[in-house]
């Protein structure tokens, strides 16, 4: 599916005032972005270079920060397995640009209707709110010129509107993952658009990632093959 944008575009930044190219941060919404990819192509990227997609995304900006918003996996050894190495992965290819922030997950009892068994239920907590901190705490700070919202959470509406409050000059864009959207976003931010298959598919970790400083490395799981 092509990129479909609203609003100013958002891969062609302004100049700064110096001459200098634009500080880009981007904040990536784990939840929203996994289960978008998952209900688009299955596993086939979860893989994913969130810094080489910021780039992609913006590619006439200076990338000075990819955040990534995640909370460990419960209840399943082996997807929580995947998502550690994942993180790993991320953050040594990064050359120091992403960090995670971690949120939790929460388990809830659930009852079913039909045949009144009890089941454990697992909800994300605190995703919204760690990226409206970072959001906000950064736009005071000066941090960036841009902003890159990878999510289509309307949740995020108030720090948006904040941090735009405090730092008017700052642009602004919602990247939605496939399959997500949010009018809500659409209507708010200057400019919009759903991230495509292309970006995706050319963002993608080497399947051996190894750490310069360390050595260590990690392998594209299986499953996300």
Not at 15 to 26: C, P
Request: charged content about 25%; aromatic content about 8%.
């Amino acid at each position: 599916m092509p990129e479909t944008v609203t609003g100013p575009d958002p891969h062609t930044p302004a100049q700064r005032s110096d001459g200098t190219r634009e500080r880009l941060a981007v904040y990536v919404d784990g939840f929203n972005l996994y289960h978008g990819l998952h209900d688009k192509w299955c596993r086939r990227y979860l893989w994913l270079d969130l810094t080489a997609l910021a780039r992609a995304l913006r590619p006439r900006s200076d990338v000075v920060s990819v955040t990534y918003f995640t909370a460990p996996v419960l209840g399943d050894a082996e997807a929580a397995s995947r998502q550690s190495a994942y993180v790993a992965a991320l953050k040594a290819h990064s050359k120091g640009l992403l960090r995670d922030v971690q949120g939790r997950y929460q388990t809830k009892e659930q009852r079913c209707r039909q045949c009144g068994g009890s089941y454990t239920r697992y909800e994300e907590k605190e995703t919204d709110v760690n990226i409206a901190v970072s959001l906000v705490a950064d736009a005071a700070e000066g941090a960036m010129d841009a902003a890159l919202i990878v999510s289509a959470d309307s949740d995020l509406t108030p720090a948006i509107k904040t941090a735009r409050r405090l730092r008017p000059e700052i642009f602004m864009a919602a990247a939605f993952p496939p399959k997500r959207f949010s009018s809500e976003l659409k209507a708010l931010l200057p400019s919009s658009f759903h991230v495509g298959h292309s970006a995706i598919r050319n963002a993608q970790l080497p399947d051996v990632v190894t750490d310069p400083t360390t050595g260590a490395t990690w392998k594209r799981p299986a499953k996300w093959r």
